[in-house]
């Protein structure tokens, strides 16, 4: 008698959750333009912006240049219209414009998971600690003076350490129903921990040199990025990014409960740790070739929500779509709109702060 009630109260859960994302969807689709028709046109958006941004720069190239040199590179068909022309576009434009994608996609897919994960739409990549933990390594690494290489895996390493740290802590303190509490606590105290061995670092540092080199490095920036850079980090986004997009219907249960997770079988602690690491591998890995760059993470899942809904079978792929085109616009600016150069983390603020404000005002109605 008890295991037929407990099949009939998983079947009515599991009907209750596809009724209400199915409700959300429907809602959703009647208030704003066909989920199919953006995301197709979220699909082009990147691809189009990729081309673009071949032609922007204090180098000026036009866009036949652009097809000349890369048909002949890829396809070996035609010449090259100069070498100078080849060099600025193989070997300084494409590693920054794809580094760019990579990274905004990477912070854009890891701050939709987590605010999915923790239910709170006020959470971004560095909620655990990862970003405080990297920006610490690159320090560091910096006031050891280590190459580039060293800093970048410093970086890395110290980002994965801040978030086992956290997940140590939170484990031996948190046992209970407020884990989830203890573990976001937890992780503001190892970033706030994190934060202030930065500012020693920087209090250490010598002010002709080392200082000034840190202080740019943590403002965040692509003007160093090379080919290498771009598939170091490649395959441990691609680690992080492809089981949290096999993982997204998932996302929808957990976001109306761990009862109802469990009671359609799901073990919500495995889910729980895997999406933690996968986000943390794409934390980690970006703020180890572009430093410290805020705001994405925040405002771009918030963005895809207002888009296609909150399913998250079609807000993940939304939110590393619209997050490779956002950082990669906000890097051209960067690197063409200004006599000098502007770091990425200043201008993500700049643009991000003000445009979250407006996503808020226009999120009233609960896309939120």
Request: aromatic share 6%.
């Amino acid at each position: 008698m008890q295991q037929a009630n407990d099949i009939t109260l998983k079947t009515n859960i599991k009907t209750n959750i596809k009724t209400n994302i199915k409700t959300i969807d429907t809602t959703r689709n009647k208030e704003r333009r066909n989920v199919n028709t953006v995301m197709m046109i979220l699909v082009l958006m990147p691809v189009a912006v990729f081309f673009l941004s071949f032609t922007l720069g204090r180098y000026n190239i036009t866009i036949s240049e652009i097809i000349n040199t890369l048909v002949s590179k890829i396809l070996g068909i035609g010449d090259v219209s100069s070498e100078t022309v080849e060099t600025v576009i193989l070997k300084v434009r494409i590693p920054r414009i794809l580094a760019a994608m990579i990274i905004g996609a990477a912070l854009s897919v890891s701050g939709a998971c987590y605010q999915g994960l923790f239910k709170n739409p006020m959470v971004s990549p560095d909620i655990l600690g990862a970003s405080a933990g990297a920006g610490f390594g690159a320090a560091l690494a910096i006031l050891l003076s280590f190459g580039i290489v060293g800093i970048q895996v410093s970086s890395f390493l110290f980002g994965l350490g801040a978030v086992v740290l956290t997940l140590l802590i939170s484990s031996i303190i948190g046992k209970g129903n407020n884990a989830v509490l203890v573990l976001v606590l937890t992780g503001m105290v190892v970033s706030t921990l994190f934060s202030s061995f930065i500012s020693l670092t920087k209090y250490l540092a010598d002010p002709n040199s080392k200082l000034p080199e840190i202080t740019f490095w943590l403002m965040g920036g692509l003007s160093t990025v090379v080919i290498k850079d771009v598939l170091m980090i490649l395959v441990p986004i691609l680690l992080g990014t492809i089981p949290l997009i096999l993982l997204r219907w998932k996302l929808n249960v957990l976001s109306f409960g761990e009862e109802e997770a469990k009671a359609l079988g799901i073990d919500t602690s495995k889910i729980r740790m895997t999406i933690i690491i996968c986000s943390t591998l794409l934390t980690a890995s970006s703020v180890s070739v572009c430093g410290m760059i805020g705001w994405i993470g925040l405002i771009i899942p918030h963005l895809a929500r207002m888009l296609v809904g909150p399913n998250y079978k079609v807000l993940l792929p939304a939110s590393l779509l619209i997050g490779s085109t956002f950082l990669l616009l906000v890097d051209d600016i960067a690197r063409s709109a200004f006599p000098l150069e502007i770091p990425l983390g200043i201008l993500t603020s700049i643009i991000g702060a003000p445009f979250f404000i407006y996503l808020l005002v226009k999120g009233k109605k609960g896309w939120i």
